[in-house]
T-cell receptor, first 113, second 120 residues
């Protein structure tokens, strides 16, 4: 079955540092890939997505590129802010039926001033 | 933007009692809502798909008689944990897809804030 593996956290960075959160997936067919973010006390929000190989999703300074050859969708940001502190979930949506999501375990990011 | 309200945000109940969790789409209609469960340091696991006006579709291994789902209107789905036991303690999250967006895999899901259930 489908699965998503992402790096364990917490990831602790200083403000303005470079961020990478690794995500790899296993799926049949050609899934769409997503990053969701959950800020403290809030629900999950879609951060960015990519629907086919080599697509790059981007939003709020975050980027992730759909790499079919390495089955990866790593999240990056060039300069993190304290306000980016949250839990980040990598997810995929497979091709069968109407869309449901398979999530990774989530990675907590803590950014200090 | 689309908002999904989940209530309560946390609940403590005694073993053997039942607990109802509500999931409401506040500014859009949702023919389909999803219920997830998250164990500590684990992924969000899809429990069931709630369809307005019809029976929910449960994932393999989820007891439908224990986790009762009712999707009585286009804006409300409820999850009732019946005869709760300590092993049911978990974080439950609902999500909804806006009506009219179509059942495409790229349509965004809107999530509630989750409900922390503790069974003593």
């Amino acid at each position: 079955g489908d699965s998503v593996t992402q790096m364990e956290g917490p990831v602790t960075l200083s403000e303005e540092a470079f961020l990478t959160i690794n995500c790899t997936y296993t799926a049949t067919g050609y899934p769409s890939l997503f990053w969701y973010v959950q800020y403290p006390g809030e629900g999950l929000q879609l951060l960015l997505k990519a629907t086919k190989a080599d697509d790059k999703g981007s939003n709020k300074g975050f980027e992730a590129t759909y790499r079919k050859e390495t089955t990866s969708f790593h999240l990056e940001k060039g300069s993190v802010q304290v306000s980016d502190s949250a839990v980040y979930f990598c997810a995929l949506s497979d091709q069968a039926g109407y869309s449901t999501l398979t999530f990774g375990k989530g990675t907590m990011l803590l950014v200090s001033p | 933007g689309a908002v999904v309200s989940q209530h309560p945000s946390w609940v403590i109940c005694k073993s053997g009692t039942s607990v109802k969790i509500e999931c409401r789409s506040l500014d859009f209609q949702a023919t389909t809502m999803f219920w997830y469960r998250q164990f500590p340091k684990q992924s969000l696991m899809l429990m069931a798909t709630s369809n307005e006006g019809s029976k929910a579709t449960y994932e393999q291994g989820v007891e439908k008689d224990k986790f009762l789902i009712n999707h009585a209107s286009l804006t409300l789905s409820t999850l009732t944990v019946t005869s709760a036991h300590p092993e049911d303690s978990s974080f439950y999250i609902c999500s909804a897809r806006a009506w009219g967006s179509g059942f495409t895999r790229d349509s965004p899901l809107h999530f509630g804030n989750g409900t922390r259930l503790t069974v003593t």
